[in-house]
């Protein structure tokens, strides 16, 4: 097992690809810490499923848009599992609006959990990592962070910040034997995406591979930049989108 004895903490593991993450993460060997934020019961049974594959978990609540409560969280898990090797920051909202209509509050959630929370949760896992002279750190950054879109303002900037936010890290943590890298979605079925679903077919359409991703799709990405096959990638954005943005 390529993750055997690694200790991996998924924010916003409770559904959609983080969910996915929790579960590839586990199956490949790591013990897993499973953030949530309201989802207690969807938290619970992504424990189950990870402990019947005979891997050890445990769901940690935190906002990861609050720094005390994610340092409380992080401080917990260490203490738990004795080591964090792997950190996949996913946990991410969305509250789409044309800017003119965009609230001061919709931009501020918006930067807040998906930029600051990256920060949050890296800022209190980097110092175990570097005591340990090696981690793993895979942020969900999305391909409309590369590309925009339109009534996405907040979300592509906070996106695009996870980006720079990535590359600046993989430098700054390259010679400590962590490396940072991104995973940039595209259409990936979970409950964020729910509302164009009927607009599939369409999607689909435009997509070479002519489907929407699943988050399996994202989950094994992850898994290999975990992995020791990749001690050599860092500081990159890889885009899973089934060619949508070529
Ligand atoms: P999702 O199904 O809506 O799940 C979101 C997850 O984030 C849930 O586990 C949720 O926890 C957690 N979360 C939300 N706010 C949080 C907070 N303040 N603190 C801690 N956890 C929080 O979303 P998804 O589609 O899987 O998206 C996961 C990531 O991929 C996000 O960063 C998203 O931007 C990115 N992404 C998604 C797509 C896509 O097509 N789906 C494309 C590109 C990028 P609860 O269950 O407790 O609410």
């Known amino acids: 097992m390529e993750l055997d004895g690694k200790v991996c903490v998924v924010t916003g593991g409770s559904r959609g ?3 996915s993450i929790c579960i590839e993460m586990a199956k490949a060997g790591a ?3 499973v953030n949530y934020f309201s989802n207690q019961k969807a938290a619970e049974d992504v424990v189950s499923e990870i402990e ?3 891997r050890p978990a445990q769901a940690f ?3 990861i848009a609050d720094f005390s409560q994610v340092q409380q969280m992080m401080d917990e898990i260490y203490k738990k599992f004795g080591r964090i090797d792997i950190l996949v920051n996913n946990a991410g909202i969305a509250k789409d609006m044309l800017l003119l209509k965009m609230s001061e509050k919709d ?4 930067i807040a959990t998906n930029l600051t929370g990256i920060y949050n949760a890296t800022k209190n896992v980097v110092r175990y990592m570097i005591k340990q002279r090696q981690g793993r750190i895979i942020n969900i950054s999305s391909i409309v962070g590369i590309y925009g879109n339109a009534g996405q303002a ?3 900037a906070a996106k695009a910040g996870i980006i720079g936010f990535t590359k600046a890290l993989a430098k700054e943590l390259g010679s400590r034997r962590i490396t940072v890298n991104a995973i940039a979605p595209g259409f990936i079925k979970t409950d964020m995406t729910s509302s164009i679903i009927e607009k599939s077919r369409e999607i689909e359409e435009k997509i070479p591979i002519k489907r929407l991703g699943t988050p399996e799709d994202v989950a094994y990405m992850a ?3 975990a992995s020791p096959r990749a001690e050599y990638i860092t500081g990159q954005i890889i885009a899973i989108d089934g060619g949508f943005t070529l």
């Not at 931009?107 to 918006?110: E, S």
Request: net charge neutral; proline share 0%; hydrophobic share 55%.
């Open 17 to 19: 690809i983080g969910r």
């Open 107 to 110: 931009w501020g959630d918006v």
């Open 154 to 156: 907040n979300y592509a």
């Open 223 to 225: 898994v290999f930049l």
């Open 61 to 63: 609540k935190a906002d």
């Open 31 to 33: 013990a897993v810490a």
């Open 52 to 54: 019947s594959l005979g």
